[in-house]
């Protein structure tokens, strides 16, 4: 059996499956709940500065997007970090670790801007035996309003510079985690790094406002008739998550950065997904906010399987794989050519295929012949967009096949080699064929 047990940055997890810094992680109760449902670790939710605890709004905290089927896409949360005394909450911290050796317990952090401020939280922390600390740059809402989370995050000199403070006052691990609401994810990332942080986790929320309640005329959540912008989380995100991984994992300048990612993972295969783009561990949120805590048990029993299929003997003999494959799209091969193909067996005549093409796409699927209903690809007409595969209600009804020959779209040779936009002769600034790169530079190769 695979063993899907993780070390990172020297701290050991039974497996790479840790609950965010979030609501469900607000209390030692609700830790305790998720160790005994199997999870790997938590972070704890953020701690801030000693004195009068934040304030949090006591109507509704959560604005939603659902699928046709009600199924949960999205949350957009306006809630701020814990609203429990900072002493409590270290209370907690220590009681549970000692209770729960072998399980990781992550401090996320966000104070002032000071260095007495970290200073100060980081010598409480450390006593409590955790095993390691995040610091929250990423909190879209509230916080950033008073110059803290997504406000340093989006400041690189910011990031550097408290990083290297925490790397001066405590021997314990330091993850920064970056927010999404930033142009170019490596920046922060490479600050992280400069600053001397042990790893990054990503992505936090993404800022937002879900929904406007057009009776009231008021974004939701609805407060007393007012409402605000949120952090945005859940399915949804997954993509985006997923991209900015790959930004710095494939970046030379943060090479072997550690990366604990985060982002929409519902499933063991969004897990597996992310870990093949060089994530050590994995951080759920909204799954569990979904489901309860014992989704943990299909995600372990899902990749464990996977793995076994795959004859992976550990989570190292396939995490990273994946970035090598990840280019810019001037390196894309040109010269790849694939058609859409129906199964007509499977065909149900729904005609969404067609009419995504016929209105919106290329004109490539037919709707009659011989005067009967039948969908079929004009090979003559179809570019391979795959369109037609992602609107098809049938699972496997429509599959792209790359062709051999002549295309006959373009009368030109398919898939006879590599040619990329860096030699093609549109483009204005094309190089010689002796010059062409098949492949961007990155990290992994």
């Known amino acids: 059996m695979a063993d899907i047990s993780t070390n990172f940055l020297g701290i050991q997890s039974p497996n790479p499956f840790w609950l965010a810094s979030a609501p469900p992680t607000d209390k030692q109760y609700n830790v305790e709940r998720a160790f005994e449902a199997g999870w790997g670790g938590v972070v704890w939710k953020t701690l801030g500065e000693a004195g009068p605890p934040v304030v949090n709004v006591n109507g509704p905290r959560y604005g939603a997007i659902h699928g046709g089927d009600r199924r949960l896409l999205g949350l957009n949360n306006i809630e701020l970090i814990t609203d429990r005394d900072l002493e409590v909450n270290l209370r907690e911290m220590t009681e549970t670790k000692k209770k729960w050796p072998d399980r990781v317990i992550i401090a996320s952090l966000m104070v002032p801007c000071e260095e007495a401020a970290w200073k100060a939280i980081l010598k409480r922390v450390e006593e409590t035996g955790c095993d390691g600390i995040e610091l929250n740059f990423g909190c879209p809402h509230g916080m950033s309003e008073r110059g803290m989370g997504s406000a340093v995050g989006q400041v690189p000199e910011y990031i550097e510079m408290v990083a290297r403070w925490c790397k001066e006052?405590?021997?314990?691990?330091?993850?920064?985690?970056?927010?999404?609401?930033?142009?170019?994810?490596?920046?922060?990332?490479?600050?992280?790094?400069?600053?001397?942080?042990?790893?990054?986790?990503?992505?936090?929320?993404?800022?937002?406002?879900?929904?406007?309640?057009?009776?009231?005329?008021?974004?939701?959540?609805?407060?007393?008739?007012?409402?605000?912008?949120?952090?945005?989380?859940?399915?949804?995100v997954k993509p985006i998550a997923l991209s900015m991984v790959s930004e710095i994992a494939r970046n030379p300048e943060t090479q072997g950065l550690p990366i604990s990612g985060i982002g929409g993972i519902t499933t063991w295969r969004d897990a597996a997904e992310f870990i093949a783009l060089g994530c050590g561990t994995v951080q759920v949120c909204t799954a569990a906010m979904t489901y309860g805590f014992h989704i943990v048990q299909e995600m372990i029993a899902g990749l464990s399987n996977y793995m076994d299929e795959k004859g992976y003997a550990s989570i190292e003999d396939f995490r990273g794989r994946a970035v090598p494959n990840v280019t810019d799209w001037q390196y894309l091969n040109l010269k790849y050519v694939t058609k859409a193909k129906i199964d007509q067996d499977l065909c149900i005549k729904c005609g969404r295929c067609h009419i995504a093409c016929e209105d919106t796409s290329h004109q490539a699927i037919t709707h009659m012949v011989d005067g009967v209903r039948h969908f079929e690809v004009i090979d003559e007409e179809c570019v391979g967009c795959n369109l037609c595969v992602n609107v098809c209600p049938v699972e496997n009804c429509i599959s792209m096949e790359q062709i051999s020959g002549i295309d006959p779209r373009t009368g030109k040779p398919a898939n006879d080699g590599y040619a990329n936009w860096t030699t093609h002769p549109n483009n204005p600034s094309a190089k010689t064929s002796g010059e062409a790169v098949q492949f961007t530079p990155n990290a992994a190769e």
Request: net charge negative; glycine share 10%; proline share 9%.
């Open 169 to 236: 006052n405590t021997d314990l691990p330091v993850i920064v985690k970056l927010t999404p609401n930033i142009t170019d994810i490596r920046k922060p990332a490479e600050a992280a790094k400069r600053g001397g942080a042990d790893a990054v986790s990503l992505i936090n929320t993404i800022n937002s406002i879900t929904a406007i309640d057009l009776d009231d005329f008021a974004p939701q959540p609805t407060i007393d008739g007012k409402g605000s912008h949120g952090g945005y989380c859940g399915p949804a």
